[in-house]
T-cell receptor, first 112, second 117 residues
Framework: QKEVEQNSGPLSVPEGAIASLNCTYS??????FFWYRQYSGKSPELIMS??SNGDKEDGRFTAQLNKASQYVSLLIRDSQPSDSATYLC????????????WGAGTKLIIKP | GAVVSQHPSRVICKSGTSVKIECRSL??????MFWYRQFPKQSLMLMAT?????????EQGVEKDKFLINHASLTLSTLTVTSAHPEDSSFYIC?????????????FGPGTRLTVL
């Protein structure tokens, strides 16, 4: 069973602090990893993609991938109230199939 | 780039009617499109995967005769909910993969909120 797991939260972080979101996956041969943000009542929006071990930074966002431990994380620096949303982790387990396996999402609340 | 539109954004219909939802990739060719359904406070649920010019592949438990998917061109896929009932009320979201990129990232349309009375 291919699974992607996230803590559902809510994760409450004070404004200006670092928010850390984690995701684990079960399929060891997974190739591609994505973080999406979804505001209430809206569709998901791609935040970050990561394909190789290590860190990838884009503005206030950093994605971290550790294939040996099968986890991927998203760090949000200088958290803003506008970052409050549900963050979805998605994994593509195989190059031959473009479907994504989705985590249930972590609800993040940034408190002013 | 990578913009996906979806129409209509909201629809209210009577039980027993059919509703068609359009999904368009505006600035890229979408060789693969995906249709999701999301109930309140729940995660995305993949309904089907469609590749341009071929029949859609439906996920287990999704009735292909009820949810008709057509992906006739590289920029347009449609989902028709036939004989809609109140339990079909949900948020329907399409996504598209840019075939030229070779990657698996999906770009989402804004979604269609369907309410069946």
């Amino acid at each position: 069973q291919k699974e992607v797991e996230q803590n559902s939260g809510p994760l409450s972080v004070p404004e200006g602090a670092i928010a850390s979101l984690n995701c684990t996956y079960s399929d060891r041969v997974s190739q591609s990893f994505f973080w999406y943000r979804q505001y209430s009542g809206k569709s998901p929006e791609l935040i970050m993609s990561i394909y190789s071990n290590g860190d990838k930074e884009d503005g206030r966002f950093t994605a971290q991938l550790n294939k040996a431990s099968q986890y991927v994380s998203l760090l949000i620096r200088d958290s803003q109230p506008s970052d409050s949303a549900t963050y979805l982790c998605a994994v593509n387990p195989s190059k031959s199939n473009y479907q994504l396996i989705w985590g249930a999402g972590t609800k993040l609340i940034i408190k002013p | 780039g990578a913009v996906v539109s979806q129409h209509p954004s909201r629809v209210i219909c009577k039980s027993g009617t059919s509703v068609k939802i359009e999904c368009r990739s505006l600035d890229f060719q979408a060789t693969t499109m995906f249709w999701y359904r999301q109930f309140p406070k729940q995660s995305l649920m993949l309904m089907a995967t469609s590749n341009e010019g071929s029949k859609a592949t439906y996920e287990q438990g999704v009735e292909k005769d009820k949810f008709l998917i057509n992906h006739a061109s590289l920029t347009l896929s449609t989902l028709t909910v036939t004989s809609a009932h109140p339990e079909d009320s949900s948020f329907y979201i399409c996504s598209a993969r840019d075939g030229a990129s070779g990657g698996s990232q999906q770009f989402f349309g804004p979604g269609t909120r369907l309410t069946v009375l």
